[in-house]
């Protein structure tokens, strides 16, 4: 799939916000649009999470699920870019394959999915799976909450179990990125705070993210 000139809406977290890197340029979606004249919307927020949490109010609410019903209805390309905070400080329970409801983990993938495919039917729908992180494997990850979850891996699994049910095609970071911030010297060159990728973690999300949208 050419690139070049493309309408591409970025659903995502503080990552794809920008945090981390050390001007708006270093930003991998500033630098897909800048090398392929490609006109990019940026739709993260730091902080938030793919399913909806349980005792916020609605109108304060800012998951994805929400969210990607306020995106611009023009796109060609889609691209789905969280999870990390769902394991991080999200409060809701995984639940199972059959849910479809936004206050669990599998719920809230199945409605974001159906809900993108059926606002961008004529689209391409592409999801990424989060990057390691630094203690990924801590029930308790960031400390905010009052029960265990389980480890990102499972997070990343379970994106990707729902995504191949809508046969949407999905790009390992996790997996495939080189980039494991509990071995230093990757985390001094990528991600110095063992969760947001700095420039030339950037750089490899913009390498990844349009190798795999050009072989599409």
């Not at 902080?47 to 929400?66: H, L, M, S, W």
């Not at 390691?132 to 801590?138: G, V, W, Y």
Request: a negative charge.
């Amino acid at each position: 799939m050419d690139i070049k000139g493309k309408k591409i809406n970025f659903l995502g977290d503080s990552i794809t916000e920008g945090v981390g890197t050390s001007a708006k340029d270093k930003m991998y979606v500033n630098i897909i649009a800048e090398k392929y004249g490609a006109i990019c919307r940026n739709y993260g927020i730091s902080g938030t999470e793919i399913a909806r949490q349980i005792g916020v109010p609605y109108e304060n609410c800012q998951d994805f699920c929400k969210r990607y019903q306020t995106m611009d209805d023009d796109a060609d390309i889609v691209v789905v870019f969280g999870g990390t905070n769902d394991y991080g400080h999200g409060n809701t329970p995984l639940g199972e394959m059959s849910d479809r409801t936004v206050y669990t983990f599998y719920g809230a993938c199945h409605t974001l999915f159906e809900g993108l495919i059926n606002k961008y039917p004529e689209s391409q729908i592409i999801v990424l799976t989060p990057f390691h992180r630094l203690n990924e494997d801590d029930p308790r990850a960031e400390h905010v909450r009052s029960f265990d979850t389980a480890p990102l891996k499972v997070y990343k699994d379970i994106i990707k179990e729902v995504a191949e049910y809508y046969s949407l095609p999905v790009l390992d970071i996790y997996a495939n990125s080189g980039v494991q911030p509990a071995v230093d010297i990757m985390r001094e060159k990528y991600m110095p705070d063992g969760l947001h990728p700095n420039d030339r973690g950037n750089e490899i999300i913009v390498r990844m993210l349009t190798k795999f949208i050009e072989n599409l």
